[in-house]
């Protein structure tokens, strides 16, 4: 198998005045193609930080102190701002947690989504329109014209995500870093999320880099996981081995915390 | 035993109030009944916007029913009482940002009449409360902004606790917090109630949660009751397929 990803002792740093905080320390994660993989721990453990690092959207006062990342064999520091733009949204795309934040409240779902069809296909508006209703379909929304032609405040939280992943996929990205996108929904809406979500990586074929603090999502969905904690990779393992023989005292008390509460 | 907790008929509709004069009134709850007899966990399931913090806000009077009654210990509830308590989703918004955690503790305590201003006995009993929930009394002079969610969920409690209610109502405690720091919370809210005797409403969406410690549960839908029965009732055989479905996603 082809390797999409491979970080390499990433190091990232805040850094406030004098103070110097560690947030990603020697993470290392590598990542096969058409490959599911959830990146687990508590939260200020460090996971949307690396996941951030590696195109360089970090806050303003991180900075990534050492390390590699490639991305298809790519080296992605040696990369201009340029030719990460490029890359952004585009074989790379991202998922976050609160859709609402990242949906314009002025424009129409259906202007949103075209207006990120046209800047990555270059086609006409006619085609993208087209094309705007297919991505809405593949997302499962009954009636994507009506839905469509109304604003973000006007869909239900689970609704917004599937107009999110929507806008994800418009590119047909090769890899998708999912950060906590459903731990705002509520569990029935989380369950479909997550089918839906594994449906079209079966499909589409992409792979998938899946940030949560939630294990009983790893049980669904990971071939693989990744457990941080404090900067840290503490644990990486197949999925079954990660639920079945936890080695780390983090992970096991991750998975504790799963057997305990995260399962019926 | 007698019931702690009665609720009759209870409604509420959210009048549509719109400067253009087109907003549909909103029927948040309808036709509510349910019981609750004392030192049990009663839990309250659905989806989001089903209407379980409206039921929450209902039962202690923070907001007025439409129509119905809620009636604890054979009183109707027609104020905050402080026998009932909640303790709400968001620690981030339920302390204030500006006031050092003495102070918001001890608010309860006055507000109540149960402790005089200046009285001496306040400090003792507030650094009891954070004992209680697993805390140092050096938090009593910091700011809610120093401490962590799990952290500001145990002040939440702590002040819940403040004037020795019977009834907790907890609108869904854990929910934005870890899933290993709500295994710690839970562990917490259970000591608690053992120790204190307390009876706890305890609303969620998570119903792996729910059947680990509930004696029974009322499952809403679209603001209408589906279904009310005992813990193991509802996993074994559940009625309205609703429940069912439920219980399906949570696998």
């Excluded at chain 1, 390797?3 to 850094?15: G, M, P, Y």
């Excluded at chain 1, 075209?114 to 270059?122: P, V």
């Excluded at chain 1, 087209?130 to 839905?147: A, F, Q, S």
């Excluded at chain 1, 079945?244 to 504790?256: C, R």
């Amino acid at each position: 198998m082809k390797k999409i990803l491979e970080v390499k002792n990433l190091s990232v740093e805040f850094r406030i005045e004098e103070k110097r905080i560690e947030a990603v320390r020697n993470f290392t994660l590598d990542m096969e193609e058409k490959e599911i993989i959830v990146l687990a721990g508590e939260s200020g453990s460090g996971k949307t930080i690396a996941s951030l690092a590696l195109t360089r959207i970090l806050p303003a006062l991180a900075k990534i102190t050492a390390g590699e990342a490639y991305f298809e064999g790519k080296d992605l520091f040696l990369k201009t701002e340029i030719e990460l733009q490029a890359l952004r949204g585009a074989k790379i795309s991202y998922i976050f947690q609160e859709p609402l934040v990242y949906l314009n409240p002025v424009f129409k779902i259906s202007e949103q989504l075209k207006e990120t069809i046209i800047y990555h296909d270059k086609i006409s508006p006619e085609e993208a329109n087209k094309r705007m209703l297919e991505l809405l379909n593949l997302v499962k929304i009954i009636d994507p014209e009506t839905v469509g032609n109304i604003y973000p405040h006007q869909l239900s939280g689970g609704m917004n995500q599937r107009v999110f992943i929507a806008l994800a996929l418009a590119s047909n990205p090769k890899l998708i870093i999912a950060d906590e996108p459903t731990t705002a929904l509520d569990v029935i809406t989380e369950a479909q999320i997550l089918e839906m979500l594994k449906d079209l990586q079966n499909k589409l074929g992409f792979s998938l880099l899946f940030i949560t603090h939630n294990l009983s999502i790893a049980k669904k969905i990971a071939n693989r996981v990744f457990i941080m904690h404090r900067g840290e990779i503490v644990e990486s393992e197949k999925t079954a081995e990660i639920f079945n023989s936890p080695k780390h005292i983090h992970t096991k008390e991750l998975v504790y915390a799963y057997e305990k509460i995260g399962k019926l | 035993m007698k019931n702690l907790l009665e609720v009759k008929n209870l409604s509420k509709i959210y009048k549509g109030n719109s400067f253009f004069g087109n907003a549909k009134d909103v029927k948040a709850l309808n036709d509510i009944n349910f019981t609750l007899k004392p030192y049990e966990i009663l839990s309250v399931i659905g989806e989001s916007g089903c209407g379980k913090s409206t039921l929450a806000k209902l039962l202690i009077k923070l907001i007025t029913p439409s129509s119905g009654q809620v009636i604890y210990d054979t009183r109707i509830i027609e104020k905050l009482t402080k026998d009932v308590q909640i303790i709400f989703q968001n620690p981030y918004q339920s302390l204030s940002p500006r006031m050092r955690i003495r102070d918001l503790m001890a608010e309860p305590l006055f507000i109540h009449h149960i402790a005089k201003k200046n009285s001496k006995d306040i400090n003792n009993r507030l650094e009891e409360l954070l004992k209680m929930v697993g805390m140092e009394k050096d938090a009593l002079e910091r700011f809610p902004h120093q401490f962590s969610g799990g952290q500001r969920q145990r002040i939440c409690i702590a002040r819940a606790l403040a004037c020795e209610p019977k009834l907790l109502i907890l609108d869904e405690p854990i929910s934005s917090l870890d899933l290993t720091i709500q295994v710690k919370m839970l562990d917490l809210f259970l000591e608690l109630k053992k120790k204190l005797g307390l009876t706890y409403i305890f609303i969620s969406h998570n119903l792996a949660v729910v059947k680990k410690i509930a004696d029974s549960i009322l499952i809403l839908k679209e603001g209408e009751l589906v279904e009310n029965n005992r813990t193991s009732e509802i996993f074994v055989s559940p009625k309205h397929p609703y429940t069912k479905k439920l219980i399906e996603a949570a696998k």
